[in-house]
């Protein structure tokens, strides 16, 4: 079952339109930095056009898959699992080395290969796979309903706040909750807070454990999106105890398992460079994960939208989605690394589609842009992670009227508190008041 809908042809006729001009094109627009859209930016003809001519594109993909892909998908499955029996075998091997040299150098041989593991298992395969880009082959476990990534994070979890929410309603902020994560200021429509001067410290946080706040980010959203349902204890207890599961299957295996048993087998020494291995190799890969995804959705360019239009039709959403998301240029290994996510506008609007075409329909999504004056946000990885750094440090800066309000607020605060009233006090108590609210709010519905 695919989380998203299928891609549907326009019903409505719609008028020739003329191409650009040499003239309309050299007349440049004055690019807004980080700009924010109230509305859909193309008329109804034009984006209906768009649709039509993006949906045959789309058709034309998807009829000629077959084995080529199936092929490409399985081996890239066989160099994720190769590449870690390397690897776990290199890092025990490193704790039997005499010479420290050797054993630096086997360890660091080791740790590289099994973090280029653990990406292509989250990027390439894991990602794509869940997103259902491979369940036409019917294959027993790469499928979307079966395969599961090696991180914290169950696959049904992410695939409610990712494939489904995120996908959906891309940039509309109060929508699509991957907008800051709830936790970093990225436009000026959400309020500053005071918290927010620390904008690039939580980033580093954020980055160095990205998996962990992909694991709870689908249990903040939900506490809210069945806050009134009849259902919210069932349907939390579940989705808590699936997460709090899978984080002991991984921490399980990849801290206390494999460690111990290179302990048991060959000494003390290898299950220290096994441990370290393990844990160097989880922090490459999220650092590897995060800069990837937000270099395809916080740069300068990449448009936020304030709500929905009620009346928004399929070209309007493929428009949505190709303002809201940005490129990376790189040769294939780096394309492959990150899951083709550096297609990340031809990904956002074909997100069920083998990622291994994105780079071969890219100059044709390109030209269609072109023709209809939308812009395609591509540059360097340079370039587009010194543009997501420059977003978060702009917008960890309150203007002169927020920073007003923010001394309002304290004034009043202060008069009410000399007034008699209490300001709120936080419910938990103990180890508890030290976690974040979104790890007590889970803890509180598993058990």
Not at 243 to 263: S, Y
């Amino acid at each position: 079952m695919r989380l998203l809908p299928p891609v549907t042809t326009a019903k409505s006729a719609v008028p020739t339109l003329t191409p650009l001009t040499d003239a309309q094109l050299l007349k440049k627009k004055q690019l807004t930095r980080y700009p924010t859209l109230t509305a859909a930016p193309l008329p109804k003809a034009q984006s209906d056009a768009l649709a039509n001519e993006l949906n045959a594109l789309y058709r034309s993909v998807m009829d000629s898959l077959g084995s080529e892909e199936a092929r490409y998908i399985k081996r890239v499955y066989a160099t994720v699992v190769y590449s870690e029996m390397a690897a776990r075998s290199l890092l025990a091997a490193a704790g039997c080395m005499q010479s420290k040299r050797n054993l630096v150098a086997t360890w660091l041989l080791g740790t590289s290969l099994l973090s280029f593991s653990k990406i292509l298992n989250n990027m390439e395969l894991g990602h794509n796979v869940m997103h259902g880009q491979y369940d036409w082959m019917q294959h027993p476990y790469l499928n979307s309903q079966k395969f599961d990534w090696d991180i914290v994070c169950p696959a049904p979890l992410w695939q409610h706040s990712h494939n489904y929410l995120h996908h959906t309603f891309t940039n509309i902020l109060g929508r699509d909750h991957d907008v800051g994560y709830h936790l970093i200021r990225v436009t000026d429509e959400q309020p500053w807070t005071p918290s927010d001067r620390h904008n690039m410290f939580k980033t580093v946080i954020l980055a160095l454990g990205f998996e962990w706040a992909v694991a709870f980010h689908d249990i903040q959203i939900s506490v809210n999106e069945y806050a009134n349902s009849p259902d919210r204890h069932q349907t939390m207890q579940q989705k808590s105890r699936a997460l709090f599961a899978k984080i002991a299957r991984q921490v399980g295996k990849d801290h206390i398992v494999l460690p111990t048993l290179a302990g048991l087998t060959l000494g003390r020494h290898s299950a220290m460079t096994t441990l370290s291995g393990n844990i160097t190799a989880n922090i490459a890969r999220n650092l590897w994960t995060w800069a990837v995804i937000f270099c395809g959705h916080f740069t300068e360019q990449a448009h936020i939208y304030t709500h929905l239009d009620d009346n928004e039709s399929k070209g309007d959403w493929y428009v949505r989605q190709i303002l809201g998301s940005s490129n990376i240029q790189g040769n294939k290994l780096f394309h492959i690394l990150t899951g083709n996510l550096s297609h990340q506008i031809e990904h956002h609007i074909f997100p069920d589609m083998p990622a291994c075409h994105y780079a071969r329909i890219s100059p044709q999504i390109q030209t269609i842009c072109r023709k209809y004056d939308i812009a395609y946000n591509t540059g360097r990885f340079s370039t587009q992670f010194r543009q997501m750094l420059g977003r978060i440090r702009h917008f960890s800066q309150p203007t002169a009227e927020e920073w007003q309000a923010h001394i309002q607020s304290i004034f009043i605060a202060k008069n009410a508190t000399a007034y008699g009233v209490e300001p709120n006090k936080q419910d938990a108590s103990g180890l508890r008041r030290w976690l974040p609210p979104v790890v007590r709010h889970a803890l509180s519905y598993a058990w």
